[in-house]
């Protein structure tokens, strides 16, 4: 059965840290990796992985897969209060949906 | 910056009734999808629906549940005889390329089954 994995599941840091978020899976027919932010309603999109080794940035917010070792990291740099939600790791699959884990729960203390 | 939408975004309905659920996907989308979360769960896959039929449906997707494209904008999902355990966050996505793309949720709706 497929599967895709988070850890931590939940972590509490102080603004200003650095943060590494691991997502890791075990599915068959791999196409994508997308990386969600959930804060009180709907998963709002970050990144889209597809390729080993590039990393996708955006702001404060980084992402690299590893094809070879069936994961990745999402990293937030200099953390906010903004940044407390959960992260959703999801797999997609050709020809199929969508897996996803369930989720690391950040909490950034001021 | 086009958006999926959701309608309604709370819905409270008896065990035993039906309810149909309603999205807009964002318009050049062909892939979509509806999730459910019930309340501090996973996020759980129902059924992926492409070039108007079922691509792909899930365990929980049984008979009691339904999808329609009934125009060129809607995508519905109806639960014909709710149960108590219905009750959840259910969520609306597209994407233009199904796994291969960026996929876009909705603002979702709360169903609570009383």
């Known amino acids: 059965e497929d599967k895709v994995v988070q850890s931590p599941l939940s972590l509490v840091v102080h603004e200003g840290d650095t943060v590494t978020l691991n997502c890791s899976y075990e599915v068959t027919n791999f196409r994508s990796l997308l990386w969600y932010k959930q804060e009180k309603k709907a998963p709002t999109f970050l990144f889209m992985l597809t390729s080993s080794g590039i990393e996708k940035k955006s702001g404060r917010l980084s992402s690299i897969l590893d094809k070879k070792e069936l994961f990745s990291i999402l990293n937030i740099t200099a953390t906010q209060t903004g940044d407390s939600a959960i992260y959703l790791c999801a797999v997609g699959r050709y020809g199929q949906n969508f897996v996803f884990g369930p989720g690391t729960r950040l909490s950034v203390l001021p | 910056e086009p958006e999926v939408t959701q309608t309604p975004s709370h819905q409270v309905t008896q065990m035993g009734q039906e309810v149909i659920l309603r999205c807009v996907p964002i318009s050049n989308h062909l892939y979509f999808y509806w999730y459910r979360q019930i309340l501090g769960q996973k996020v759980e896959f129902l059924v992926s629906?492409?070039?108007?039929?079922?691509?792909?449906k899930s365990e929980i997707f049984d008979d009691q549940f339904s999808v329609e494209r009934p125009d060129g904008s809607n995508f519905t999902l109806k639960i014909r005889s709710t149960k108590l355990e219905d009750s959840a966050m259910y969520f609306c996505a597209s994407s233009v390329q199904g796994a291969a793309g960026e996929q876009y949720f909705g603002p979702g709706t709360r169903l609570t089954v009383t």
């Open positions: 629906f492409y070039n108007n039929e079922i691509s792909e």
